[in-house]
């Protein structure tokens, strides 16, 4: 009865196991493909949108379109993927347990002059092994608009950021900071 208990428990669960060594470059290359086609996909919109009607409108494609642009990229990549930071905007965007995990790896390594390029996870969810790619984003220059000193946004702007994001965390950064990561699932079956 206990075994069985012990079974009927552990289903659900999802457990760390060993990234094969001789998966890690399958994996890598899977998982900065798919960020890389999510990233320029937000830029891209990004861009355009400041281009259209400058801070206002790239306020409305972060609130909008990012999570339908992040859908849309998961379609057509066939893996589950998620932007998250310890200073997120949008709640959606808060890390998980191993997540945070992730992010605290990077954050240590910045605190000792390093910056990895990815972190691997394997978990083991249900009996199937996940491999989590982790990229991270540094802020850009142009991410200030709407992510630097509120003091030196426009007033308007900051208004608006907090009537859409009341619990807003995402500001104070300066360029070259770490952002946070993008985060791309890859079922083992695909490697």
Avoid: W
């Amino acid at each position: 009865a206990v075994l069985l208990a012990g079974l009927l428990f552990s289903c659900g669960e999802v457990q760390k196991v060993e990234v094969p060594k001789d998966k890690e470059e399958k994996i890598v290359q899977v998982g900065d493909s798919a960020s890389m086609k999510l990233l320029k996909s937000l830029k891209s919109e990004l861009m355009s949108a400041m281009q259209k009607g400058g801070s206002d409108e790239a306020v409305v494609v972060c609130n909008k379109k990012a999570m339908e642009i992040t859908s849309q990229i998961e379609k057509e990549t066939g893996y589950s993927m998620k932007r998250t930071t310890f200073k997120y905007r949008n709640p959606a965007n808060a890390p998980d347990k191993y997540e945070a995990e992730a992010l605290k790896y990077f954050e240590e390594n910045i605190k000792q002059g390093k910056m990895p390029s990815y972190y691997i996870q394997a978990l083991n969810e249900n009996g199937k092994v996940v491999y989590r790619y982790y990229k991270p984003l540094k802020v850009e220059g142009v991410c200030l608009t709407c992510h630097g000193d509120p003091n030196l946004m426009d007033k308007k702007l900051v208004e608006r950021i907090k009537t859409l994001y009341p619990n807003d965390k995402a500001v104070g950064y300066k360029e070259g900071d770490f952002r946070g990561l993008v985060r791309v699932s890859i079922p083992a079956d695909k490697i």
